[in-house]
C-alpha cells in the first residue's frame, strides 16, 4: 500500500494505520478493494476513528482522505484533510476545511 510509504515518512507504525487495500490485475488496472477490511464499509472509517481513541486514549485524531466516506468520518475524527492526489471529488473538496493536491503539500505544512 502506497499510504505504508507515507507512514513510513511520518514516523507512524504501519500497526496504525487503517486502509482500504486496493486490488488491481496483473496489467495495474484497478479491480476493486479488499472487502473484508473494516474501512470499506459505510461508516467503517469512524469507527477505526473510535476505535483509535478508545484503545489509545488519543484526544485528537485527524483524518486525510479523498472520499466522502473518508469526509463522514469527521466526527470522530477531530479534524479532516482533504487529498486530490490521485483524483479531486468536489464534495470532499467543497467540504473540506483543508485541502491538499499533494503529501509534500501536507508534510511541508505539518
Not at 29 to 37: L, M, P
Not at 58 to 71: F, K, P, S, W
Request: glycine residues 10%.
Amino acid at each position: 500500500m502506497v499510504i505504508n510509504q507515507v507512514a513510513d515518512l511520518l514516523g507512524i507504525d504501519r500497526k496504525n494505520v487503517y486502509a482500504n487495500t486496493l486490488k488491481f490485475d496483473p496489467r495495474g488496472n484497478y479491480v476493486g478493494f479488499d472487502e473484508s477490511e473494516m474501512t470499506c464499509e459505510s461508516g467503517g472509517k469512524a469507527r477505526v476513528i473510535e476505535h483509535l481513541k478508545r484503545t489509545y486514549q488519543y484526544e485528537r485524531v485527524i483524518m486525510v482522505g479523498d472520499g466522502a466516506t473518508d469526509l463522514e468520518s469527521c466526527p470522530p475524527a477531530d479534524g479532516f484533510i482533504g487529498f486530490g492526489g490521485n483524483i479531486v471529488r468536489q464534495i470532499v473538496k467543497q467540504n473540506s476545511p483543508w485541502f491538499v493536491h499533494c503529501f509534500s503539500e501536507l508534510i511541508e505544512k505539518v
